[in-house]
């Protein structure tokens, strides 16, 4: 079975400054998916970024880009330029190449953006 | 073009009660998929169902829980005779096709409280 964990439970950046969030996954197939996910209050889930493994090129939707390692099976975000909206709780998640809808996530990270 | 439907927004429920969720996908989408969001973790995976045909149940509690997707009409999870355990979010994501390439798109939840 596929499993997602993200070792950071809060994360805090000072607005306008970096931020790296972690997640390590586990699976034996070779072809899926990884997406983060970012979760506010209003308890939405709002797809950030999305990054297919057999691709060697490293996602970036503007200020939001991830750092794939598929041998290291590791897909962390980096928020550049963090904004106080991207306060949220952020969650990675592994999908199988089949069956789009049974992913599995992570525990999430909190985010906290300092003014 | 409306996004997935979810409701009720909140839910309040005795113990032994029955709880009923209601899940509306995006127009043109006929693959529905329930998460369970408990509590500081991630989303879990419980039920993939396509109009009238459950897909994947292998989420699914053996007892007390079912949903259904019937030809006309919403999605219906539901939860029969509830326990405090059962609190938690309820999503639903809904895609045009079961594969890779067909995205998933979520409701904003269900939160379900039981007293």
């Known amino acids: 079975a596929q499993t997602v964990t993200q070792s950071q439970p809060e994360m805090s950046v000072q607005e306008a400054e970096t931020v790296t969030l972690s997640c390590t996954y586990d699976?034996?197939?070779?072809?899926?998916?990884l997406f983060w996910y970012k979760q506010p209050p209003s308890r939405q889930m709002i797809l950030v970024i999305r990054q297919e493994a057999y691709k060697q090129q490293n996602a970036t939707e503007n200020r939001f880009s991830v750092n794939f390692q598929k041998a290291a099976k590791s897909f962390s975000l980096k928020i550049s330029d963090s904004q106080l909206g991207d306060a949220a709780m952020y969650f990675c998640a592994y999908q199988p190449y089949t069956n789009a809808g049974k992913s599995t996530f992570g525990d999430g990270t909190t985010l906290t953006v300092k003014p | 073009n409306a996004g997935v439907m979810q409701n009720p927004r909140h839910l309040v429920r005795r113990r032994g009660q029955e709880a009923r969720l209601r899940c509306s996908p995006m127009k043109g989408h006929s693959h529905v998929y329930w998460y369970r969001q408990l509590p500081e973790e991630g989303l879990k995976f419980m039920v993939y169902?396509?109009?009238?045909?459950?897909?994947?149940e292998s989420g699914m509690p053996k007892e007390r829980f079912s949903a259904e997707f019937p030809k006309e009409g919403p999605s219906i999870l539901r939860i029969q005779q509830v326990v405090r355990g059962d609190s938690a979010a309820y999503f639903c994501?809904?895609?045009?096709?079961?594969?890779?390439?067909?995205?998933?798109?979520f409701g904003n939840g269900t939160r379900l409280t039981v007293t």
């Open positions: 699976t034996s197939e070779s072809d899926y998916y």
């Open positions: 169902l396509q109009k009238e045909n459950i897909i994947d």
């Open positions: 994501a809904s895609s045009t096709g079961g594969s890779y390439n067909s995205p998933l798109h």
